[in-house]
C-alpha cells in the first residue's frame, strides 16, 4: 500500500512558476512510476507528465512539454512538479499517482494509488 500526499499548489499570475511536490509512504517506493495528471472543473482527468522508475522514462503532454519538468527523489521517497511559464489553461486540481509496474504510461487507469490532489489557480 502506498499513501501520496501532494503539496506546493497556489494562486500564480500567467507567467509564473510553481513546484507541486509528492511524497510517498512505504519502502517500495522506487519500484514505482510516477505520474501527475490534472483535472479542470467539468473536464476529464488528463495526463501531465510521468517519469519510470529508474526516471530512464520521462513523457509528458503536449500542451506542458517545455515548461514542466518532472523529477523524484527516491531517497526522500519524493516526486516534484516544477511548472514554469504557467497558462491560465494550467489551472486544475493536480494530482500524483504511483504505478505498480515500474514503467509510466499516460493512462490513468494504469496507476493503483492516487494522492487527494492540490489545486492550482493561474490568473490571467
Known amino acids: 500500500q502506498v499513501q501520496l500526499v501532494e503539496s506546493g499548489g497556489g494562486l500564480v499570475q500567467a507567467g509564473g512558476s510553481l513546484r507541486l511536490s509528492c511524497a510517498a509512504s512505504?519502502?517500495?517506493?522506487?519500484?514505482?512510476?510516477m505520474g501527475w495528471f490534472r483535472q479542470a472543473p467539468g473536464k476529464e482527468r488528463e495526463f501531465a507528465a510521468a517519469i519510470s522508475w529508474s526516471a530512464g522514462g520521462i513523457y509528458y503532454a503536449d500542451s506542458v512539454k517545455g515548461r514542466f519538468t518532472i523529477s523524484r527523489d527516491n531517497a526522500k521517497n519524493t516526486v516534484y512538479l516544477q511548472m514554469n511559464s504557467l497558462k491560465p489553461e494550467d489551472t486544475a486540481v493536480y494530482y500524483c499517482a504511483a504505478d505498480r509496474t515500474g514503467r509510466g504510461t499516460t493512462s490513468p487507469v494504469s496507476y493503483d494509488y492516487w494522492g487527494q490532489g492540490t489545486q492550482v489557480t493561474v490568473s490571467s
Open positions: 512505504g519502502r517500495t517506493f522506487s519500484r514505482y512510476a
